[in-house]
């Protein structure tokens, strides 16, 4: 797998180093572009897949100089571009180019995910049951609340029979009922700490999941481009969930 990484920050080093890990160390790793057109798109020639890990205002022109040096495939896992979403997909779809989109790449997240979903289903009918999230990250991480703490209320909320948004941030008096309450922790150096409570007058129940560094969600990145190359994909933009499914899959043939 011939690969480039955009982005030379933490995240990009943890990709490169997960990539070399397997043998298959990046192509290049690209910081900020020289001219303010971004970069020159003969810079991706040769790439299978690229991985996007920079800010969300260069996704879209990564995307696009990435597209027509020729590259079909990517991993974005960059947060913060929801608003260039449909014009990446739109350049997606008009090359015939495949891309797994998710704000974090560990499967250790992703099955966390499922495991909140389904607490919601099982605790939602009981009204003394309240849930609620805790997301702690580094003092200098710059999104609050993260993209898996979004996530992670938005499937709560969907699965969750009496919760339909998440409360506002620093508003005065308690949440509504019907509201989510989620805090924000920025503070030290926390790579990251995601939790989610269902409080009881009598009992609490709480799943957490810490990270310890980057290096799983820099390997689910590489799990993600492995699966967009071992065959030909939709174009258009994949979940991190279909690529879970595939493997979970995988691992039942086996078995039977």
């Given at each position: 797998?011939l ?14 180093a997960?990539l ?16 303010p ?11 299978d ?16 100089a ?25 350049a ?45 990250h ?13 996530e992670?209320?938005?499937?709560l ?32 150096a ?31 990145a ?7 190359i ?14 879970l ?12």
């Amino acid at each position: 797998m011939l690969s480039i990484v955009a982005g030379d920050g933490g995240m990009g080093r943890a990709v490169a180093a997960a990539l070399a890990g397997r043998g298959m160390p990046p192509q290049a790793i690209l910081g900020l572009p020289d001219s303010p057109a971004g970069h020159d798109p003969d810079r991706f020639a040769g790439a299978d897949v690229v991985f996007e890990f920079t800010t969300g205002d260069a996704v879209l022109q990564n995307v696009r100089a990435a597209l027509a040096g020729g590259v079909g495939r990517f991993v974005i896992g960059t947060t913060n571009w929801a608003d260039d979403r449909p014009a990446v997909e739109e350049a997606l779809l008009a090359n015939g180019a495949a891309a797994v989109a998710s704000p974090n790449f560990s499967l250790g997240v992703m099955l966390f995910a499922r495991l909140v979903e389904e607490a919601a289903r099982l605790f939602g009918p009981f009204a003394e049951y309240d849930p609620y999230l805790v997301e702690w990250h580094r003092r200098n991480k710059a999104d609050r609340p993260s993209g898996t703490a979004i996530e992670i209320s938005r499937r709560l909320i969907a699965a969750h029979p009496r919760k339909t948004r998440v409360a506002q941030p620093m508003a005065h008096g308690a949440p509504a009922p019907e509201e989510l309450d989620v805090t924000v922790i920025r503070a030290g150096a926390a790579p990251g700490m995601h939790l989610v409570g269902f409080d009881a007058p009598g009992e609490s129940l709480e799943m957490r999941l810490t990270a310890r560094d980057r290096s799983a969600y820099a390997s689910g990145a590489v799990t993600a481009a492995e699966w967009l190359i071992d065959e030909s994909r939709t174009p258009g933009f994949h979940s991190f969930d279909e690529v879970l499914d595939s493997i979970i899959s995988k691992q039942g043939a086996q078995k039977r």
